[in-house]
Nanobody, 124 residues
Framework: QVQLVESGGGSVQSGGSLRLFCAAS????????MAWFRQTPEKEREGVAT???????KYADSVRGRFTISQEYANNTLYLQMNALKTEDTAMYYC??????????????????WGQGTQVTVSS
């Protein structure tokens, strides 16, 4: 049973930083593709970061240069370091996984496993 549990969200002022965590269990993370998504009440869930098959990182244009996705296979943990946060980054952030290697896709439908989300609120 694949389980994903996010943490690390909170409230921060614009320009600040947060680090999100996703603890994964029930599978071997090296054989799964991991990603971060986010969603607000006004928008559909959007992809934030993942990897290409060659190991390069893929970011949404809105976060490139500010966010960094990383992963530790030893403890099955996914991270999202968020710097220079903006009010428009306010959202519920979700960890996602799917079987197989990453392709750079940030299409929601490609991911079959989801965490419960962690809220990030950025104030001006």
């Amino acid at each position: 049973q694949v389980q994903l549990v996010e943490s690390g969200g909170g409230s921060v002022q614009s320009g600040g930083s947060l680090r999100l965590f996703c603890a994964a269990s029930g599978y071997t993370s090296s054989k799964y593709c991991m990603a971060w998504f986010r969603q607000t009440p006004e928008k559909e869930r959007e992809g934030v970061a993942t990897w290409y098959s060659n190991g390069w990182r893929k970011y949404a244009d809105s976060v490139r240069g500010r966010f960094t996705i990383s992963q530790e296979y030893a403890n099955n943990t996914l991270y999202l370091q968020m710097n220079a946060l903006k009010t428009e980054d306010t959202a519920m952030y979700y960890c996602a996984a799917r079987q197989g290697y990453c392709t750079g896709s940030l299409y929601r439908g490609d991911f079959g496993y989801w965490g419960q989300g962690t809220q990030v609120t950025v104030s001006s």
